[in-house]
């Protein structure tokens, strides 16, 4: 199906309120679409594809409720970055790896410490440097020492954090603090090709390159005392936040099923308005694979990112002399942004088993929610939104209402305005020297390329503090704390 | 295509390593694209695959020694020349990523819009790309002849 045919070349979107912007159903569209964003943000989507990706998305089959697309929404591959759909099996519907991306359980996860920023800032350039000797970054990343093997990649891939836990990579506790406890149920193992296996078996514990980062912070403002104090956050204590996802081992899943999935699409005649949402009904047993070797893919992340939180850890108590455990280094939480979920919602007045997908987008589940912890169960799930590197990142909670609008959903960062070519132009243009101008203004940058700071700066995202209000005012989100940086590591 | 087809490296060993010809890198908000013209179909996809070298950015001229020089065999299925392009993009790019061998050149015995079976020839890679692609997308994929000249679009997930 050709996307000119399937909807009107111009897309009708009607403003609904200083947040909400809906893509009433037209052309091949099951469900209506609905955006959030202010006056100035939808300006700016004129421009760009990712409207026409929610309209797409909003065709395929077994889609309920709305297409939806947050606040730090672009153009992406398929789905547009910052969408979410979810899909009821009962009614033909789909999972699409191309609705979870190529870096398959991508997050970000929050240590807090007892630390003031006035202590850190004295060690911060011995700091950031342990951290980027301990912590592999940069394109091929990988570890020397924890190369796995068959076995314990297989372990990996169903057990996700845990498996660094029970080798003293981080506390039991540590599970507790994070999204599905840090496993994905029903990995299968045996669907992750030998290619995936071989790009990603080395990977474990790096940050890799593009936007992922370790970020050495502290807490700004706070603008939820209750609440912030259940995540353990206190004006001038130091945090760290990392990002990033399942490496390559998530990329080849992901690379290895858009294949299958094309095939499938054409076998069981779903007309797809782009390839790249290729996608297979959820019952089938196509659809059955992704989801097991997805899982896999899944867990190899959270295990990931366990490993680098326990690097980190080990860096700030090599170099402060105490360790983590004294420093306070608890983990806030560790939140997923690129998946496919099974969970249950209330759609037309009825609960339903679906299958959301959140393309850079991110769970927050309201308080009192079952899956939460004790700990987070009056206050909402947290939600961590890092901006650009140099401003500044944002802690949320979960809200009823982003259960009831958005499947439980909201933004996950800034979202990209400029592309990446034109970013590394203008720095070069400018004859700008990034390193100095972030030691200026007292972040420390360490980085396995400076071509990719270049790319990353602060001018090529939107500014996540209006992306957060935007959650803020629409109620599908609500802000706990500011987190300001002291030291960025990038790959 | 009958005959088999040789596509030699753009440059001698030792010249300075400039944009490959005929391609040019496609502005996109979040990720890379590289828009590629060839007068042929054996072209259209060795220049590609230098375009994807062009992507990844760093130490783009690959070059350990000529003696270094290791030729793999390369088969792939697909329904359609631009599934059959990024099917290729994707052995490329593994070779480079996960094996750190760099493309040089390709000779095709076999290149139609089914499948293809090439010998290539790599070199080791020198360090590390400055870019990672995660993955070669179908999102806005086309691959067209008009007149003469093959052109393709392709998108990278980095």
Not at chain 1, 73 to 84: C, E, K, N, P, Q
Not at chain 2, 48 to 69: C, F, I, N, R
Not at chain 2, 115 to 125: E, I, K, Q, S, Y
């Amino acid at each position: 199906m050709d996307t000119d045919t399937a909807l009107p070349r111009k897309l009708e979107v009607v403003q609904v309120d200083a947040s909400r912007w809906l893509i009433p159903r037209q052309g091949a569209m099951r469900v209506d679409g609905l955006i959030f964003a202010d006056q100035r943000m939808m300006s700016d989507l004129r421009g760009d594809e990712a409207i026409r990706q929610v309209a797409n998305v909003a065709c395929l089959p077994g889609i309920v409720g709305r297409s939806i697309g947050m606040p730090d929404i672009h153009w992406g591959y398929g789905f547009a970055i910052g969408g979410v759909a979810a899909f009821d099996p009962e009614a033909g519907g789909v999972i699409s790896p191309g609705g979870v991306g190529y870096d398959i359980n991508c997050g970000v996860r929050l240590l807090r410490s007892d630390l003031r920023e006035s202590e850190v800032r004295p060690q911060l350039k011995r700091l950031m440097d342990q951290v980027m000797r301990d912590v592999p970054a940069g394109v091929g990343s990988h570890h020397t020492r924890l190369r796995l093997s068959d076995g314990e990649l297989e372990a990996v891939l169903m057990r996700g954090a845990a498996w660094a836990v029970d080798r003293h990579m981080g506390v039991a506790e540590d599970l507790d603090h994070i999204e599905s406890g840090g496993c994905l149920p029903g990995a299968v193992p045996g669907d992750v090709s030998a290619r995936a296996r071989q790009r990603g078996r080395d990977q474990l514990g790096t940050v890799g390159s593009g936007n992922h980062f370790i970020e050495v912070g502290f807490v700004g403002e706070v603008f939820d005392e209750r609440a912030a104090s259940a995540l353990g956050l206190r004006v001038g204590t130091v945090t760290v936040l990392i990002h990033s996802g399942s490496r390559g081992l998530g990329h080849q899943v992901c690379t290895d099923f858009l294949d299958l999935m094309l095939d499938a699409a054409s076998r069981y005649g779903i007309d797809l308005p782009d390839r790249q949402l290729a996608c297979a009904p959820l019952t089938s047993p196509e659809g059955e694979r992704y989801l097991g070797a997805m899982a896999a893919a899944a867990n190899f992340a959270f295990a990931n990112r366990q490993v680098m939180a326990h690097l980190t850890r080990e860096a700030f108590a090599r170099v402060l002399g105490r360790s983590w455990e004294e420093l306070g280094m608890g983990l806030v939480y560790d939140v997923a942004h690129n998946n496919a979920k099974w969970e249950v919602h209330s759609v037309g007045g009825m609960d339903r088993r679906l299958c959301v997908h959140r393309k850079g987008a991110t769970r927050a589940f309201p308080p009192g929610h079952p899956e939460l912890p004790d700990v987070f169960r009056d206050v909402g799930q947290p939600v961590l939104i890092p901006g650009d590197m140099g401003r500044y990142s944002y802690v949320l909670v979960g809200t009823e209402a982003a259960y009831t609008e958005t499947f439980g959903s909201t933004c996950h960062g800034a979202g990209r305005l400029m592309s990446r070519t034109k970013a590394k132009k203008s720095v070069q243009r400018a004859g700008r020297d990034l390193r100095r101008e972030f030691g200026e203004r007292g972040i420390e940058v360490r980085a396995a390329s400076f071509a990719t700071v270049a790319e990353e700066i602060p001018e090529a995202y939107k500014d996540v503090a209006e992306v957060v209000d935007v959650v803020d005012r629409a109620g599908i989100g609500r802000k706990v704390a500011k987190l300001l940086p002291l030291g960025v590591l990038k790959g | 295509m009958d005959d088999a087809h040789v596509q030699q490296p753009d440059r001698a060993p030792g010249e300075v390593w400039s944009p490959p010809e005929g391609v040019q890198e496609l502005e996109h908000t979040a990720d890379v694209g590289i828009e590629v013209r060839a007068p042929d179909l054996s072209a259209l996809f060795h220049r590609a695959a230098l375009g994807l070298l062009q992507v990844l950015g760093g130490e783009v001229e690959p070059a350990g020694p000529l003696d270094s020089e290791r030729t793999i065999e390369v088969s792939l299925d697909a329904g359609g020349t631009d599934l059959l392009l990024s099917r290729w993009l994707r052995e490329i790019l593994f070779l480079r990523e996960t094996e750190a061998l760099a493309y040089r050149r390709a000779e095709f015995s076999r290149l139609t819009s089914d499948g293809l079976d090439a010998r290539v020839v790599v070199r080791p890679a020198k360090g590390n790309p400055e870019r990672e692609i995660k993955g070669v997308t179908y999102h806005g994929l086309a691959v067209e002849e008009d007149e003469g000249e093959w052109r393709a679009r392709i998108i990278f997930d980095l």
